[in-house]
């Protein structure tokens, strides 16, 4: 599958609304996280379930339920929403969405 346009913008609006009530976390000096010090993990709240992870050593881990979704929804391979969800997180980091708060799958992205 070749990501087009039409299915980057499809795959956009499924990404907000899977990720919709979410909130950014990263450890700080003072509370380092325990296993993954320097990561920043996006998770929901009510599920206490993480969606994504990106350590500090560039390896961005996605949960399969959001993987599942993708494939199901869009018929996405994996290396297809790979390289969709590298183009997501860079446009959501650019973003300004890192929140400073109280507190799989993976691979790294090596693309810009």
């Known amino acids: 599958m070749e990501l ?4 980057i913008d499809t795959a956009y ?3 907000e609304m ?3 009530g979410c909130y950014w976390y990263h450890d700080t000096p003072e509370q380092p996280f325990v296993h993954t010090e320097g990561s920043i993990w996006l998770i929901n709240p009510e599920t206490e379930e993480w969606m994504l992870e990106l350590q500090k050593d560039g390896y961005l881990w996605y949960h399969d339920k959001i993987f599942d979704t993708f494939s199901k929804y869009l018929n996405m391979k994996e ?8 183009l997501w997180w860079k446009m ?7 929140q400073q708060l109280a507190n799989g799958k993976g691979f790294k992205d090596t693309k810009g």
């Not at 087009?4 to 299915?7: E, F, G, P, R, S």
């Open 79 to 86: 290396i297809d929403f790979e390289s969709f969800i590298g």
């Open 4 to 7: 087009n346009q039409k299915i």
């Open 92 to 98: 959501r980091s650019k973003g300004g969405c890192h």
């Open 18 to 20: 899977f990720t919709k």
């Open 13 to 15: 609006k499924l990404m």
